[in-house]
Structure formats: C-alpha cells, structure tokens
C-alpha cells in the first residue's frame, strides 16, 4: 500500500534516507535533520512531497517527489527525487507501485512527464526503468553550483 | 535589467520559447500556447517562474526556473528550466545576470544549489557554466517516461 506521509513519518524517512545514501556511497554528503525535513515537506512553504509504503502495516520505503515544468510542453511534470525499498522488502513490486501511483497522479494532473535520475553504474535499477518504457536523456547533462561558487555569483546582485 | 515576468510578458514569453527551441533544434517538441503558459506562470497552482531581461525597456531574453529539492541537504533547490538570450543582445553579459540574480534568490532562501541541464554538444555554453564554478554531474543519467508508457503505467492505480 502506498499512502501520503504524514509529520509522524519523519524518524522513518530521516532512516530510510541515510540508509539509501549508504547504498549510493553517498552517506558523507547527507545534512539533512528531522526538522529540517518537517520544514521541507510539511512546512507552509513546502515544495517537495513525500509517499510511504506499508507491508502489513509496517513502513517498507519511502518516495519523495516535486513538480518540474516543461517548457516546450507548457506544463508541469514530476520529478522523482528518491525511492527506497528496504533490503527486506525488495524484490516484491513495491518500486513499480511507487510508479505507478506518481503516473496515475500525473494523469490526474495532467503533467507530461515523469522524471527521475540514475547512477550510471545502478545496472539494476536501469534495467528496471527501461522495462518501465523510461528512456535515458543522454544528450543533456546536468549542471550544478553550488557551496563557495554559488555564493560567489550571488554577490554583486540585490533580488528584485 | 532582470525583473519579475508579468502576464503581460507571456507572448513575448512564447515568442523567446520558439526561438530558444529552434535553437536547440527541438522546434518539433514545442506545444506550449499562451493560455498552458499563463495558466503554468500565472495560475493558481502555478509551479514555475518566470523572469525578464530588459536593456533599453525592451525584452532581450527570458528565464524560467522552479524549485527543486535536494533529500540529503534536506532543503530545497533552484532549477533553471531555460535561459534565453536574443542574439543581438547576447556577448553582453544577460546570461550571467540571470545567473546571479538567480544565485542571490537562492541566497536569500536558504536554497543550496542552482541546477540546469545542457545539451551535450552546446561546447559554448558549457564553458560559460565552467567559468561560473558548475560542475557537471555526470556519474547520474536523467530517466523519462512520458506519452503512452506513462499512460500505461497509470492505469492499474488509482491514487490516495
């Protein structure tokens, strides 16, 4: 079952996200703390949304999603910033079920696309994306500053 | 100049879109119309942003960017969907405005990255973003699912 989370599911996504950045080898690079979080997803200004799946009324993963736009299509789109299954748990559909209920709310909502990154050395999980019918956007690359750039190009400029 | 986009911009809005696709050899992808864009920049529920670059009280380009977040940070980020310059007004230094009008609202709210993607064989542009301090992430590859596969995937769902 996949459900919306609520403020109470904090502790468990705070877990399961330290958990996934172990499988990513991306532990080091996580600073994210419980209220942080609950500012983030349940805050009055909240841009992201999170999703839990239960098995037998206990948490088995989590998904945290945000709305992207398109501008050649003119619309918004979802962007999958994560989805964790537990060790335990994998293997059992739980990852399609987080797919299948953000396209169903895509076509409710009418967003075009979902989006998602891959590590490129994830095999596995890019197996599964292209038995999904997702293809790799592989003529873009993204782009990132931030830290000590970032705050260097925001120095000369007041916001209006 | 960079200021707000109002709905009065939205067919200059429009206009820099089919130019910017052109550019980018994409012109084929572009459905977006006046009433999607105003409803997507403008409406009650609208997701993405949009900004102006005047030089002498004329528009010479455009800028659409949403939030994004980031889980291990735990707070969110800013996408930069396009940026747009008119190719009279460009060598001037309006992309690099856009960028640090940009990096000071990121700032200002406590937002930990800028992020945009570039087409692989844009060499130009990505050595603009080098200069900037952007580094790519290219150990990730972006996944879509879109069109009939994402329509497919809604179907046994229904959402909670």
Known sequence: ????????????????ILELAEFEKLAHMVVATEEILTQSLFGANAKAHA?????DGEAAGFCIYFYNFSTFL?????????????????????GKCFFEYLAAKAADEKCGRLEWWVLNWNQRAIDFYTRLGAEPMDEWTVYRVSGDHLAALALPKEIA
């Not at 079952?1 to 399961?16: E, N, S």
């Not at 999703?51 to 098995?55: K, M």
């Not at 979802?78 to 748990?89: A, K, L, N, R």
């Open 1 to 16: 079952m996949i459900r919306r989370a609520t403020p109470a599911d904090i502790g468990t996504i705070l877990r399961f």
């Open 51 to 55: 999703l839990i799946a239960e098995v």
């Open 74 to 94: 003119g619309r918004p789109g979802i962007y999958i910033e994560d989805i964790y299954v537990t060790p335990e748990q994998r293997s059992h559909g739980l």
